[in-house]
């Protein structure tokens, strides 16, 4: 079982930068993969970036790559979200999630708002 917070949401303007925190307790974090999603009122939700447990490999939406990058410090049990050259379109809440392989999303944390507006 594992646990997540997120944090560093918050209001910015088109242009502005970000970066989402997500802190993990309980066990193994090192063995979970780890994800963010995204929602946007009246959207479906969106798998924004993932990052492999072991190698660290990354992966993105066609909608952020170039622009976030995910990575994870497994010392600290936490996943980061750095978004750049953010866009109003990138108004959600975002989800940090876990799971033990790709297309599991079995621990979602509470999700934390990003508003990118002037």
């Known amino acids: 079982q594992v646990q997540l917070v997120e944090s560093g949401g918050g209001l910015v303007q088109p242009g502005g930068s970000l970066r989402l925190s997500c802190a993990a307790s309980g066990r193994d974090f090192s063995t979970y993969r780890m994800n963010w999603f995204r929602q946007a009122p009246g959207k479906e939700r969106e798998l924004v970036a993932s990052?492999?447990?072991?190698?660290?490999?990354?992966d993105y939406a066609d909608s952020v790559k170039g622009r976030f990058t995910i990575s994870r410090d497994n010392a600290k049990n936490t996943v980061y979200l750095q978004m750049n050259s953010l866009k109003p379109e990138d108004t959600a809440v975002y989800y940090c999630?876990?799971?033990?392989?790709?297309?599991?999303?079995?621990?979602w944390g509470q999700g934390t708002q990003v508003t990118v507006s002037s």
């Open positions: 990052i492999a447990r072991s190698d660290g490999s990354t």
């Open positions: 999630v876990g799971g033990i392989r790709v297309g599991v999303y079995a621990y």
